[in-house]
């Protein structure tokens, strides 16, 4: 590969395409969410994690945190969250939302279909996703 090439690729990356959105066959990048964090590990090993989950009607997640930032992006049906400190806030498909570390919360499916969400967390290696928190009700 060229130099030109490789150029063109990283500059492609910078708007959103690969190449150019009018070639044929080339791969359009659309960006779904983008937030600037500094709560993210330090260290000089990170671990990645992808999760899948599927709530079905009424189900709900225990009361928790998390020790590092967790992107929920859902798939189909609504994910509500309860965060301490805030009002309800219903995720549907195909929208984003980052749970700070160290915020107490709980999500559920309150909806009549299946709520599916790809869950993305990047932390210090073995962490536990997430840390039980003893109900305030």
Known sequence: ????TVQTMIAGLDVGV??????????????????VLSTLP??????????HAVL???????????????TVYVTEGVFTLRLDGREPIS????????ELPHVNMTGSNEGNAPATTILFYVCDPDTPFADPVPSTA
């Open 18 to 35: 690969t190449r150019s959105a009018q070639d044929h066959g080339m791969a359009k990048l659309t960006p779904v969410h983008r937030e």
């Open 91 to 98: 995720i549907g498909p195909g929208e984003v939302f980052v």
């Open 42 to 51: 330090q260290g000089s090993r990170q671990e990645v994690r992808v999760l």
């Open 1 to 4: 590969m060229d130099k030109a």
């Open 56 to 70: 079905q009607p009424g189900d709900v997640t225990p009361y928790h945190s998390h020790r590092f930032p967790v």
